[in-house]
């Protein structure tokens, strides 16, 4: 399983980013699809979640309704779509990736087995 992000950048505040993980290797099966970032000198926390099989998205309270999560399982891609970007959103994006159902957990690192390398959104 390969997990590649991109789409991060410099924004201004109250902007928008669209953060992209282009996902390889994934069986046909139900798999759990998770973005997080880490800030740094933070930990790293659980922003929004997917489920690969019906499509159901939970996102975490500290970016609801300004963050959510898609994908377009045709180009195996999923988004992270940001808006009203604020600088306590400045982190690392990463995206991850599990083999089974979204869990109750689904914002712990734990619950995932594969990771990309990130990709960097700053806010200022």
């Known amino acids: 399983v390969q997990l590649v992000e991109s789409g991060g950048g410099s924004v201004q505040p109250g902007g928008s980013l669209r953060l992209s993980c282009q996902v390889s290797?994934?069986?046909?099966?139900?798999?759990?699809l998770g973005w997080f970032r880490q800030p740094p000198g933070d930990e790293r926390e659980g922003v929004a979640r997917?489920?690969?099989?019906?499509?159901?998205?939970l996102i975490a309270d500290s970016v609801k309704g300004r963050f959510t999560v898609s994908m377009d399982k045709a180009k195996r891609l999923v988004y992270l779509q940001m808006d009203s970007l604020k600088a306590e959103d400045t982190a690392m994006y990463y995206c991850?990736?599990?083999?089974?159902?979204?869990?109750?957990?689904?914002?712990?690192?734990?619950?995932?087995?594969?990771w990309g390398q990130g990709t960097q959104v700053t806010v200022s």
């Open positions: 991850a990736a599990d083999l089974r159902v979204c869990s109750i957990s689904w914002y712990r690192t734990a619950e995932y087995s594969y």
């Open positions: 290797g994934l069986t046909g099966g139900t798999n759990c």
């Open positions: 997917i489920d690969t099989r019906g499509g159901s998205i």
